[in-house]
């Protein structure tokens, strides 16, 4: 089944402790993306990657880190997060960055941070 | 001012119903226009694009921007309780890479 997986589901940390979201995609694609969805705010575009290698900031990338090692796997690093990092966050894939090919969203990870 | 503006709802109709979901823009330089949908606890999914001004329609959608206006709008014909979702439009220039998104519309169809 093609899907892009996201892990943790649900996380609660505190101040100051690094933690990485991990995202995978089984679909073969070049291009990958990190969001945070927050109310009244929607989506904003945190990085992004259009193949191995290589990435680029979004809308918000301050205070995450990202790296594309492998063409699947996309994780989004806190280095040290913050209470204002409190966001549901997405990663999503499509075969290249065309707005005709379709984004696969990941079902989300909701992130605490006190 | 931010981009893309989207009443966020609630918007409340009953089965059967045409829903109406509408985004205005700014950047005249926005030439792909997408709606996604999204349910609850879930990834938003793509429903449609469009390129530049038109219409598509697919099924019960009917996606159409008016780029004079910097108009986009999604129209549901016979709307059903499957319906009930958030609706994101977003939009990306030509050259550009980020999708802007405007920040959605809660609907709920009622039986």
């Known amino acids: 089944e093609a899907q892009v997986t996201q892990n943790p589901r649900y996380l609660i940390t505190v101040t100051g402790k690094k933690l990485t979201v991990t995202c995978s995609q089984n679909m073969n694609h070049e291009y990958m993306s990190w969001y945070r969805q927050d109310p009244g705010l929607g989506l904003r575009q945190i990085y992004y990657?259009?193949?191995?290698?290589?990435?680029d900031k979004g809308d918000v990338p301050e205070g995450y880190k990202v790296s594309r090692k492998e063409k699947r796997n996309f994780p989004l690093i806190l280095e040290s997060p913050s209470p204002n990092q409190t966001s549901l966050y997405f990663c999503?894939?499509?075969?290249?960055?065309?707005?005709?090919?379709?984004?696969?969203f990941g079902p989300g990870t909701r992130l605490t941070v006190l | 001012q931010k981009e893309v503006e989207q009443d966020p709802g609630p918007l409340s109709v009953p089965e059967g119903a045409i829903v109406s979901l509408n985004c205005t823009y700014s950047?005249?330089?926005?030439?792909?226009f997408m709606w996604y949908r999204q349910y609850s606890r879930k990834g938003p999914e793509l429903l449609m694009y469009t390129y530049s001004s038109g219409n598509k329609e697919d099924g019960r959608f009917t996606a159409q921007v008016d780029k004079s206006s910097k108009y986009i709008s999604l129209f549901i014909r016979d709307s059903q309780p499957s319906d009930s979702a958030t609706y994101l439009c977003?939009?990306?220039?030509?050259?550009?890479?980020?999708?802007?998104f405007g920040k959605g519309t809660s609907l709920l169809v009622t039986p």
């Open positions: 977003a939009m990306i220039p030509n050259s550009g890479y980020a999708l802007n």
């Open positions: 990657s259009m193949n191995v290698e290589v990435t």
């Open positions: 999503a894939s499509s075969l290249e960055r065309g707005v005709t090919d379709t984004q696969y």
């Open positions: 950047n005249s330089a926005f030439q792909y």
